[in-house]
């Protein structure tokens, strides 16, 4: 993903491709520190949504107005404080640990056989395991703008996020958004929660 997201969609397939650019954000913004080039964009984005109300122009705003203030060292080192480090991370952003209390646990093999029924595999070059939030985000994008129907499909998306990501991903944002050395994250947390938020109300709609 190399655009920053539409806050405020003018038709349906707007706004399935501003979620899919939403959650490809996310990916790479939960998966390392922001590249140069993802910094310009992310300093240069507009903050004003085009209609009145948008619900996600505030953190969006908020977000953007970190990323301005602060350098680009200055966030990879936040971001290597927060979740990198030798040993234990200050906090994780794996599932397995939010739902089972530890690393790769039963979610994780639940998650793997779901993933096999889509017909996703996980990049050999990809440190990180399939429940890292990035890996997540990532495959919701490939849900909404995937080609193959059968499987990018409003559906397929409720489920997998009810599954794998709403029961754990508020509380990850809550400790985000409470770390005392978190600023960069700590306002992506608060675009997560809002994003999250709308999604969730969304689903609960094709129920």
Not at 26 to 33: I, Q
Not at 77 to 82: G, I, K, V
Not at 177 to 204: I, K
């Amino acid at each position: 993903m190399t655009s920053t997201p539409h806050l405020v969609p003018s038709s349906a397939l707007d706004e399935e491709t501003a979620r899919a650019e939403l959650y490809g954000l996310l990916a790479l913004l939960y998966y390392a520190p922001p590249a140069a080039e993802l910094m310009a964009q992310l300093r240069a984005a507009a903050t004003d949504a085009p209609a009145a109300g948008a619900f996600l122009e505030e953190p969006w705003r908020a977000l953007v107005g970190v990323a301005r203030a602060m350098s680009e060292q200055d966030i990879e080192d936040e971001y290597n404080t927060l979740f990198g480090g030798i040993g234990k991370p200050e906090i994780y952003l794996y599932g397995s640990h939010f739902l089972s209390g530890f690393l790769n646990e039963k979610p994780l093999a639940r998650l793997r056989t779901e993933l096999v029924q889509l017909g996703l595999a996980r990049d050999e070059n990809m440190s990180e395991t399939e429940d890292h939030l990035a890996y997540l985000c990532e495959v919701m994008r490939y849900l909404i703008a995937g080609d193959d129907v059968a499987v990018a499909n409003l559906t397929r998306q409720r489920d997998f996020f009810a599954a794998h990501i709403q029961p754990w991903v508020m509380t990850l944002c809550d400790e985000l958004q409470q770390h005392p050395r978190a600023q960069f994250y700590a306002a992506l947390a608060g675009l997560t929660r809002a994003f999250m938020g709308v999604e969730a109300q969304g689903f609960d709609m094709l129920a």
